[in-house]
């Protein structure tokens, strides 16, 4: 090369050097001193982020704490994508269908999260467990990457799916405990704050205000997980063996109103709740009401006893099994002469519970229903509770209190049945039912503390006793309720067995069957109601739900330690 050609190329070199000093010093003076304090800040603000840091979710565990862990925190996945890559590498058919047929999604839907060319970023599905999300990670499909996530698990899957509840995808406590609890279980997300450089990579030696996350407390229930899988064990059964549409039960400890075990069939799947449907999500123990039929029947009887008037051995006549009142009939399932209102109950007659009614009067007797907690929530720390239905006396017909005594024209939950003869077998004291136990805060500090907690009086202790004597005699030899018994144990309770109301009246061929009562009848420990919604063909209550309660009772004061009978006579006049 001769030297012009050197000194061509030096200059040429200079001068590309030279311009591009000069943009440089450009860019400096427009930056510093052209562009004003707004927009400099504004270059900045795009170079700092602030972050969200994640938060473990507290435990929810049985009556035995950590060694049963019912709910937990695991660390999962969310599975996103680069749409731009797909696109450009015309991946996102063959990417969708992989991921919908992994992640059990709809592939439609995943190739229109995906149909976005300009887009780095879009999150197919959030908090996957770890499981699933190594399985797609093992397919190695291109433009798909993985960021870390607490995934809410249930190692039990539907087991009781309806006193847990679950937690939806944006962290909040969707139904049961989780909802009720969410303050308590949620916790506190910590915060960072730092700047990224070009590379959108974090500067670490700039990072600005950082507050470490506050795990969510931990909480144990009354929940007796055995009994518990007994219960949900007995109500598969006897849905099955009669062809129900659903079934629910709940156990509770008498003296002091806490949940030992509660459930609800059908079930559902809580790693899978989108799965599930609004029928399966019920809790039907406090969420869907019913006619309690007989077993209604109970508060009629101790309200009589109660205001002295009539005894055990008061003798009334039952009309040999129909009776007219204010021009409409009411029938008895069998025919029966002069009865004893100890008789009555056992044999469950409607026309001795009517004319028990008519001594009473409407507002009277309105007001032992009140007292016994009718047609108003529980106070059960679950969301969902109904109140049932118990119109105010105004608005009766002459009729309506002859009817409601035996369990029609009156609409109950199962917790405020069970609640009646838990405050009979709690000589007369009416308990708030609870089911969360203890929240703990992670170093130990107590946050909250279930505990007894008496809501009414209905009935004196001695009525109480009379009226849990009368209610062991339904389950002797002679009674609606002897396939209730349990051995070693005397049980005192009621069979209902009542149409389900239609249009227009009452079916003839659609049931709910229950049973609910306490052991041992003299000292009681557990309470137990059964609810069986329309079996067939058998629907009474004493065929249907007493089996199961004798079977649920009999592993209950097992594994609760509820001392045997001593058995006990009627008290006379």
């Not at 030992?260 to 969420?287: E, K």
């Not at 659609?510 to 052991?519: E, K, P, R, T």
């Amino acid at each position: 090369m001769n030297e012009r050609g050197m000194r061509l190329r030096f200059i040429c070199c200079g001068g590309v050097m030279f311009l591009a000093l000069l943009c440089l010093c450009m860019r400096l003076v427009h930056l510093h001193i052209l562009t004003d304090a707004h927009a400099r800040e504004t270059i900045v603000a795009n170079r700092t982020f602030t972050a969200k840091l994640d938060v473990a979710r507290g435990k929810i565990c049985d009556r035995n704490g950590d060694a049963s862990i019912l709910a937990m925190d695991i660390v999962g996945r969310d599975i996103c994508a680069d749409p731009s890559a797909l696109v450009s590498n015309s991946l996102i058919q063959a990417v969708a269908a992989s991921l919908a047929k992994d992640l059990d999604l709809d592939a439609d839907r995943i190739e229109r999260k995906l149909s976005v060319p300009g887009s780095r970023y879009a999150r197919i599905v959030m908090k996957v467990h770890p499981d699933l999300a190594a399985k797609v990670e093992a397919r190695e499909l291109k433009g798909v990457f993985f960021e870390k996530s607490n995934v809410r698990y249930y190692p039990h899957g539907d087991f009781l799916c309806h006193v847990l509840g679950f937690v939806n995808y944006n962290g909040d406590g969707s139904a049961g405990v989780e909802q009720k609890m969410d303050v308590f279980l949620r916790g506190c997300p910590g915060i960072l704050e730092s700047r990224k450089n070009a590379l959108r990579e974090e500067l670490y030696t700039q990072r600005g205000r950082y507050i470490p996350s506050m795990e969510g407390a931990n909480i144990s229930l009354t929940i007796d997980q055995f009994v518990q899988c007994r219960v949900e064990d007995v109500l598969d059964e006897v849905v099955a063996e009669h062809n129900a549409k659903g079934a629910w039960a709940i156990v509770q400890r008498v003296r002091t109103g806490e949940i030992v075990a509660m459930a609800s069939r059908p079930s559902y799947d809580l790693n899978m709740f989108t799965a599930s449907d609004a029928n399966a999500r019920l809790n039907r123990a406090i969420g869907y009401t019913f006619e309690p039929g007989s077993t209604f029947k109970a508060i009629v009887f101790a309200a009589a006893l109660e205001e002295g008037r009539v005894y055990p051995d008061t003798k009334i006549d039952c009309e040999y099994g129909m009776w007219m009142h204010a021009g409409r009939a009411l029938r008895d399932y069998h025919p029966y002469g002069i009865l004893s209102v100890a008789d009555g109950l056992k044999k469950s007659s409607n026309i001795l519970s009517a004319k028990l009614e008519l001594m009473l009067g409407d507002r009277l007797f309105y007001s032992y229903m009140r007292a016994f907690g009718i047609g108003q929530r529980s106070g059960l720390d679950l969301p969902g509770e109904e109140a049932g239905i118990l119109h105010p006396v105004r608005n009766w017909s002459k009729v309506s209190g002859s009817r409601m005594c035996i369990g029609q024209g009156v609409a109950v939950t199962a917790m405020q049945m069970l609640g009646v003869y838990s405050a009979i077998a709690n000589d007369g004291v009416l308990m708030k039912p609870y089911v969360v136990a203890e929240v703990h805060a992670k170093d130990g500090t107590m946050l909250h503390m279930g505990k007894p907690e008496p809501l009414s009086r209905p009935v004196s202790s001695r009525n109480a006793a009379l009226m849990r004597q009368l209610l062991a005699r339904v389950t002797e030899k002679g009674g609606t309720g002897r396939r209730a018994r349990v051995k070693g144990y005397t049980v005192a309770g009621k069979t209902g067995t009542a149409q389900k109301a239609i249009k227009g009246g009452y079916s003839s061929v659609n049931h709910i069957a229950s049973f609910v009562g306490f052991l041992p009848a003299e000292s009681p420990e557990l309470s137990i109601i059964v609810v069986v919604d329309d079996p067939q063909p058998i629907h009474t209550g004493g065929r249907v739900a007493g089996p199961a309660f004798s079977k649920i009772a009999e592993y209950a004061v097992r594994r609760m330690d509820v001392p045997a009978s001593n058995h006990f006579k009627l008290a006379g006049r």
